[in-house]
């Protein structure tokens, strides 16, 4: 099973059907099913790749993205995803180390491909709309490829917030699972559904993609940087529109100004995840757009899909524990084993802390060419995921946070997130992140970095006397900083290492 084969299905029986679009050029199914066959006959009988073969795709989101990677699975090759925000010289490295053979990059890229120095070896680069590009689509089209369901479909390197990025090998076992997951927990898709991807396909949103392809779902591409004016204007011409977003997306979405009185009834799903979503936020985004939301949590060694907590859970504000489960990420999602153990392995009893472990046929094969990671990450059959949680008596999985983020202060674990949602109920506050710095007495003391919503005050009296009214004296931060904004990763998430070495740097002053 390839999962190019599932859209050969799709354009079978509603050829005509719209497949992908963007800013006024569609493309039809069977349209799509021939560039993709065309483009799988060049790359093997113009390029000479073999299955197994690694291709990259360092490409802004546009319409071009779906049948280069769709070509690339016909032809039998592992598609390199690169985020479009990468510099040139950490595209460099990830084209070094997984051995791709050829690079497939939007025009705007190019001129970031100049900046590198004379004498880098990079493998063949293809812009999209040259010569190469069309002769690609020239390729005599080819309808079989050479590879089963458990070879690798996707390798997919991690954002590297901690060091450089992993390889993590996924099959197309592993994508053709977690599109069945979609449609099993999420929402059934078909002919009258759309996805809109405003975030990167070389992210989560590729995988919906798929999943979309492969119900005959009608793929939406919004070009450019995330914006939610576009966004928010577009809905009204489509139907049951689904979308993944980042939280810090969906805050973004929730405060524009057009939010409140935009069209969302064509707005079926977001699903969100990726970095936490705190309660207040999900409530303020409710009331916008109302219960809307189903949250998801997975990691690129299992991507999208580990637990998640459903729609119908998010409007049950009726619930006696309703805050907890929307401060959850949910239960298990369908075809997936989830345990918290210790370090040795053990499942530790309900309620208590320990590490997130997963097994499913999202787990990734692997870590490409890194036997270390590989004996760290994977113990028998099980994914560790380096997240630190608690499950309840009833199965919801509420993550506390990533292992190396939580503080441990005159012996006491304390996990920032906690705090997080405290802070985050002050009406002043838009974002925060709470972190460590080193103290002589206690190991670690706690700081939180705060960032405001314009025009709203507030100082560090009012939000300790918050975390005094909410929680333990010894979790409160002992400093608070103010900042106009809060670094992140090209996927949005917090670099609280960057935060860390800021208060390093503070120190020294």
């Not at 799988?40 to 009988?45: K, S, V």
């Not at 120095?117 to 005599?140: F, K």
Request: proline share 6%; glycine share 10%.
């Amino acid at each position: 099973m390839n999962l190019s084969y599932t859209l050969q299905r799709v354009a079978e029986y509603q050829p005509d059907r719209p497949a992908i679009s963007e800013e006024g050029r569609t493309l039809s199914y069977a349209a799509f099913e021939d560039q993709v066959a065309r483009i799988a006959g060049a790359l093997r009988a113009r390029h000479g790749l073999r299955a197994g073969d690694r291709v990259g795709l360092w490409m802004e989101n546009c319409l071009e993205y779906l049948p280069l990677m769709f070509g690339a699975w016909r032809a039998g090759l592992a598609v390199v995803p690169i985020n479009a925000k990468l510099h040139a010289k950490e595209l460099q490295w990830i084209l070094e180390n997984s051995g791709a053979k050829l690079c497939l990059i939007t025009p705007d890229k190019l001129s970031q491909l100049a900046e590198l120095p004379g004498g880098v070896s990079l493998p063949l680069i293809i812009e999209t709309g040259s010569r190469d590009h069309a002769a690609l689509l020239a390729g005599e089209a080819i309808s079989e490829s050479p590879v089963t369901i458990d070879d690798e479909a996707w390798l997919f390197y991690t954002s590297g917030t901690t060091g450089r990025p992993k390889g993590a090998m996924l099959t197309h076992r592993n994508l053709l699972f977690c599109a069945h997951a979609y449609c099993t927990d999420i929402d059934h898709i078909d002919h009258r559904d759309t996805c809109f991807h405003a975030a990167p396909l070389s992210h989560g949103s590729g995988c919906w993609a798929a999943a979309f392809a492969a119900r005959g779902g009608h793929n939406v591409i919004i070009p450019g940087s995330f914006e939610p004016e576009r966004i928010l204007r577009a809905m009204p011409l489509h139907s049951n529109i689904a979308m993944f977003a980042a939280p810090t997306m969906v805050t973004r979405l929730v405060t524009h100004p057009l939010a409140g009185s935009a069209d969302t009834r064509n707005l079926k799903t977001i699903s969100y995840g990726g970095a936490p979503m705190y309660v207040a936020d999900i409530k303020r985004a409710m009331e916008v757009f109302g219960p809307k939301f189903y949250q998801l949590f997975g990691q690129g060694e299992s991507p999208m899909t580990i637990s998640g907590l459903p729609k119908w859970m998010h409007a049950d504000s009726e619930h006696p524990r309703y805050d907890e489960r929307l401060g959850s990420t949910g239960i298990a999602r369908t075809g997936c084993a989830i345990k918290v153990v210790d370090d040795r392995g053990r499942e530790v009893p309900r309620g208590e802390v320990g590490e997130i472990v997963t097994r499913s046929d999202a787990v990734m094969k692997g870590y490409w060419a890194n036997p270390e990671a590989n004996a760290k990450a994977l113990r028998d059959g099980w994914l560790w995921t380096g997240d630190l949680g608690t499950m309840d008596a009833e199965g919801f999985l509420t993550i506390k946070d990533r292992s190396k983020d939580m503080i441990i202060s005159g012996g006491s674990n304390i996990y920032p997130r906690e705090i997080e949602e405290v802070l985050l109920t002050h009406p002043a506050v838009l974002e925060t992140a709470v972190v460590s710095r080193p103290h002589a007495d206690w190991g670690e003391e706690v700081v939180a970095y705060i960032v405001l919503r314009p025009g709203v005050q507030a100082g560090p009296g009012d939000l300790d006397q918050l975390c005094l009214d909410n929680i333990a004296r010894y979790k409160r931060p002992r400093g608070y900083r103010f900042v106009a904004a809060l670094p992140k990763n090209n996927y949005g998430k917090i670099l609280k290492t960057e935060l860390r070495t800021w208060l390093i740097e503070e120190s020294r002053d």
